[in-house]
């Protein structure tokens, strides 16, 4: 793949942030049972990707953005890293 990526920007998200911001945005209308749900997918699957992902993803990409800033603060730093290529 890296023959046709001009540059790998990971935004490295502490899995803890990554779980609360997904209950807060996605399941503000969800019973407890769907949220207990969504946690055994999430420590069955997501957990497991998201810790592979930093093995082999991490390490081979050009730029590493930190996950805990602000959105804002994010897609100014990815904008500057894309256009200073």
């Known amino acids: ?11 490295d998200t ?3 942030i990554t779980m609360a911001r997904r209950v807060l945005r ?4 969800a019973t407890g049972e769907e949220i207990r749900k969504e946690m055994e997918i999430y420590l069955r699957y997501a957990r497991i990707a998201y810790i592979q992902m930093l093995k082999d993803i991490l390490p081979s990409s050009d730029y590493v953005i930190d996950g805990t800033k602000e959105l804002a603060e994010k897609t100014d730093e990815i904008k ?3 256009l200073s290529l």
Do not use: E, H
């Open 14 to 16: 502490p899995l803890d």
């Open 26 to 29: 996605d399941m503000k209308n």
């Open 1 to 11: 793949m890296r023959d046709y990526i001009d540059c790998a920007i990971f935004i």
């Open 80 to 82: 500057k890293i894309i």
